[in-house]
């Protein structure tokens, strides 16, 4: 019996599992941190675009703030987020990429002086002030009000992610990679570790902690088209949801995003129309300002994707033999921009299909189709990262449900969200493990492991009727098919029954390999797809029963967003021996919002069932606001009184800006 322990255990690689992994570190504990692959090729370093902090650097983010990047955030969630979470982020981000900048990460700084940019496909001039020489720049992106998403050229999560990895090391964070979080060893209250297996050799470890946090990405492989690493299959989420305790939140809540290129579904980042590129048709029409006047291209993700795919159900698409597209153009630009600011994008396209997106005219535009991107739905937590289910049970990133995002994210948002929950929930995640060492009981582990061995050993042994892969690529395009962009009741239900069935069939599968103590890639996929499906599943009914559309969730037979229905959280657990998850809900507050719900400024008004304690909420707010200000309050008095909010101190004092100081 292998038992291996440490004051603190994290599970994940990426971004978020390394700052949190950091933040325990620097309190003087031992931290063991567990990854499926080695932590400088984690699914972060795929990131393009950004990160977005109301930093006010540049010229066209002057005047920016914590108010309006909140703003912003829950307009982007269409109102499914919570609003204290989206706070304690919005307050915290200018800190995390200013940290970020000091451990080495060579963000793309201002030049003063007069620069030439793309706004609304035409060339503007631009004039970045003498003070703001030097400080971090800032591009937009979709949904935002200001330019606040830093970033490095079209390379960001790569830069960070080597910097905080680095920064890891430095703070001996003992860093395990190939290895896999099989099962949460548990009493039935707390948390006490996991069961562990070797991808090299098949042995089974125990790792014990004082508490244990789950960072392990989002479940975007459960789809067939999806901008995912192959790594990012959801099973950090699925072995909470086995529990039986935990709860996985708003699993129905997916984002597609607008530009991945086709046929390889490589994403082509946000950064592209932030900095000015334009979507054409077949035509080589500029059609988005059609259904977005407004924010045309920058719109939210959820709304431009939808767009799209409306256009190329209006036979506006482009044939290929991978079907219908349509092109994204970044040669408006110049040669000169995109060498620069969008180099990793330009070495995409000409690796992956032949074209140089700089060259101008058609020849350079690049066949883009919206696929599955992000999931806002995980591990539901407390905003300060644990579980309110399992005691000592952390989660943190997209495997997180800590509901800054609600049912649409911003772009640059959950590149974010990595490191500053890192920050928050790292330093709650600390103290807890520093306040919580009770003795562990051997017998339990021992349970475990056993109980896990015997059900590998069963699945080596057993000659099932099933094949994996099959059952694995039907899921993928059912989930396609009918648990995508658009959704409807029927689709919906014979998707929720598919997926049962393949499900019964993954218990019975033929593993051809029997070797346990060895690399077995059909062993982990014959363990793996079960849980896929698990989360399939809590996606698919969770879509089924939630009768409204809502950020990313569009229901055609519910157009509306309904606020009187369905101003609810969608929890989701498992019980063991069951086919179907079970569904409970957990209502939002609009009485306690500091933005009760209103129009999000996107599409046609009148699209919303209203609830009427979102205009009475809104009467207090104004009368609030309104009498504070007549007495020359600050915002943060203003912002207090309306929605009081709990923060670490140290990330909750005010940041500073150009011209305004630390206001």
């Not at 109301?54 to 108010?67: F, I, M, P, R, Y």
């Not at 979470?85 to 900048?101: D, G, H, I, N």
């Amino acid at each position: 019996m292998n038992i291996q322990y440490s004051d603190a255990l994290v599970i994940g690689g990426g971004l978020a599992g390394l700052r949190a992994a950091i933040e325990v570190a620097k309190s003087g504990q031992s931290v063991t941190l567990l990854s499926i692959c080695p932590v400088k090729r984690s699914h972060s370093a795929a990131v393009q675009g950004g990160m977005q902090a109301s930093l006010g650097n540049g010229a066209k983010g002057e005047g920016d703030n914590e108010d309006l990047h909140f703003a912003d955030t829950v307009k982007g969630s269409d109102w499914g987020c919570d609003q204290e979470v989206a706070r304690m982020f919005a307050q915290t981000a200018p800190k995390a990429v200013r940290e970020l900048a000091a451990w080495g990460v060579p963000w793309t700084r201002v030049t003063k002086g007069p620069r030439t940019v793309v706004i609304n496909a035409q060339k503007t001039v631009i004039e970045e002030k003498e003070e703001s020489h030097g400080l971090i720049n800032a591009r937009d992106f979709g949904g935002t009000k200001k330019w606040r998403t830093c970033y490095i050229a079209d390379a960001t999560g790569h830069c960070m992610l080597y910097g905080v990895a680095n920064e890891a090391i430095k703070h001996q964070v003992k860093i395990i990679d190939r290895m896999e979080a099989v099962r949460i060893i548990h009493d039935g209250k707390k948390c006490l570790g996991v069961i562990a297996r070797d991808l090299t050799n098949g042995q089974l470890i125990a790792y014990i902690a004082r508490g244990t946090m789950i960072a392990t990405g989002g479940y975007g492989r459960i789809y067939k088209q999806t901008t995912n690493a192959v790594i990012c299959e959801g099973t950090g989420a699925a072995i909470a949801l086995e529990t039986g305790l935990c709860r996985l939140s708003n699993m129905e809540a997916v984002q597609f995003h607008p530009t991945p290129i086709v046929p390889s579904g490589i994403l082509l980042t946000e950064g592209c129309r932030g900095d000015g590129g334009i979507l054409r048709d077949v035509d080589g029409y500029r059609f988005m300002p059609d259904y977005e006047p407004e924010k045309k291209e920058l719109a939210s993700r959820d709304v431009v994707s939808r767009r799209m795919m409306e256009h190329i159900r209006k036979g506006k698409g482009v044939k290929s033999p991978y079907g219908d597209h349509l092109w994204l153009d970044i040669s408006i630009l110049g040669r000169a921009h995109v060498e620069k600011n969008l180099r990793d994008v330009q070495d995409i396209c000409k690796t992956f299909n032949g074209i140089d997106p700089a060259d101008e005219g058609p020849k350079g535009w690049a066949p883009v189709l919206p696929m599955q991107h992000y999931s806002m739905g995980g591990i539901r937590t407390k905003p300060t990262g644990e579980s309110q289910w399992l005691n000592g049970l952390f989660a943190c990133g997209e495997v997180a449900c800590w509901d800054m995002h609600g049912f649409n994210r911003l772009g640059g948002n959950s590149c974010a969200e990595t490191v500053v929950a890192g920050m928050i929930i790292g330093d709650y995640f600390a103290n807890y493990c520093k306040n919580n060492g009770e003795i562990v009981d051997t017998n339990v582990v021992k349970e475990f492991l056993t109980k896990e061995y015997q059900y590998l050993k069963s699945l080596v042994d057993k000659e099932g009727k099933h094949n994996v892969f099959e059952i694995k690529n039907r899921m993928k395009e059912i989930m396609w098919d009918k648990v995508a962009i658009f959704r409807t009741g029927e689709g919906l239900k014979e998707a929720v029954d598919e997926l049962e069935k393949l499900y019964k069939d993954s218990q019975d599968v033929k593993v051809h390999c029997k070797e346990l103590n060895c690399a077995n890639p059909e062993l982990e996929e014959a363990y793996r797809v079960p849980r896929m499906l698990k989360i399939a599943l809590c996606v698919a009914y969770g879509a089924l029963l939630r009768t409204e559309s809502r950020g990313a969730h569009y229901r055609e037979d519910y157009p509306k967003r309904d606020d009187l229905n369905w101003m609810k959280r969608t929890n989701s657990y498992w019980v063991e021996g069951e086919t179907l998850p079970r569904i409970e809900y957990e209502d939002l507050d609009i009485m306690k919002m500091e933005m009760p719900p209103a129009f999000r400024g996107y599409g046609a008004k009148g699209n919303i069932i209203e609830n009427p304690l979102s205009e009475k909420r809104q009467a207090e707010v104004d009368a609030i606001r309104e009498k504070m200000e007549a007495e020359g309050k600050s915002r943060y008095e203003i912002q207090d009184a309306l929605m009081p909010y709990e923060l670490q101190a140290k990330f909750k004092k005010p940041n500073q800006r150009i011209g305004v100081d630390y206001e």
